[in-house]
T-cell receptor, first 114, second 116 residues
């Protein structure tokens, strides 16, 4: 158990809909990262937050947004969903913003868009 | 454009033998490299890392080698055990445009099967 909690574990929704994925980081971790893993693809970095502020942005679509709340949990919002958004979405956390990637990952949320 | 490539989708090795997983990268700005291991239905777990100023880092049965001139790194597992069967992701890091922020670029992974 990495200590990072993601909910829900599975989500099935229709095209055009909006969903929210939730992540609770490890106790004490201030940085949260979101990754997308599509079929046969590596993990694609989406966005990073540190202590409530956006710190880095990767290949995140404009239809996607995220935020980190004062209690440090984070939410990833996906809207106007398309079939191609079906993927595993991972959240990871680390103590500091300057870590070199040695983050702790949650079990992921599997999103299926039908 | 795949900046981090793991060209072998799968690898089978006999228990007790050496497993060698390979990774190539194209971005010369990468300065830190990591290997993650992933079991089914779990998130990736950090395994071992290496800075670009080194060419080898060892941690128990796991050793990572870095050849900067060839833009190549490899993970050696000796001896391989059935519990090592998992998907291994190579990742590379470069400081993001924001100060103190690093972005990881992952390969697609290699599925290692260690046969008893």
């Amino acid at each position: 158990d990495s200590g990072v909690t993601q909910t829900p574990k599975h989500l099935i929704t229709a095209t055009g809909q909006r969903v929210t994925l939730r992540c609770s980081p490890r106790s004490g971790d201030l940085s949260v990262y979101w990754y997308q893993q599509s079929l046969d693809q590596g993990l694609q970095f989406l966005i990073q937050y540190y202590n409530g502020e956006e710190r880095a942005k990767g290949n995140i679509l404009e239809r996607f947004s995220a935020q980190q709340f004062p209690d440090l949990h984070s939410e990833l919002n996906l809207s106007s969903l398309e079939l191609g958004d079906s993927a595993l979405y991972f959240c990871a956390s680390s103590v500091a913003p300057v870590d070199r990637g040695e983050a702790f990952f949650g079990q992921g949320t599997r999103l299926t868009v039908v | 454009d795949q900046q981090v490539k793991q060209n072998s989708p799968s690898l089978s090795v006999q228990e007790g033998r050496i497993s060698i997983l390979n990774c190539d990268y194209t971005n010369s700005m990468f300065d830190y490299f990591l290997w993650y291991k992933k079991y089914p239905a779990e998130g990736p777990t950090f395994l071992i890392s290496i800075s670009s100023i080194k060419d080898k880092n060892e941690d128990g049965r796991f050793t990572v080698f870095l050849n900067k001139s060839a833009k190549h790194l490899s993970l050696h597992i000796v001896p391989s055990q059935p519990g090592d069967s998992a998907v291994y992701f190579c990742a590379a890091s470069v400081q993001h445009s924001g100060a103190g922020s690093y972005q990881l670029t992952f390969g697609k992974g290699t599925k290692l099967s260690v046969i008893p």
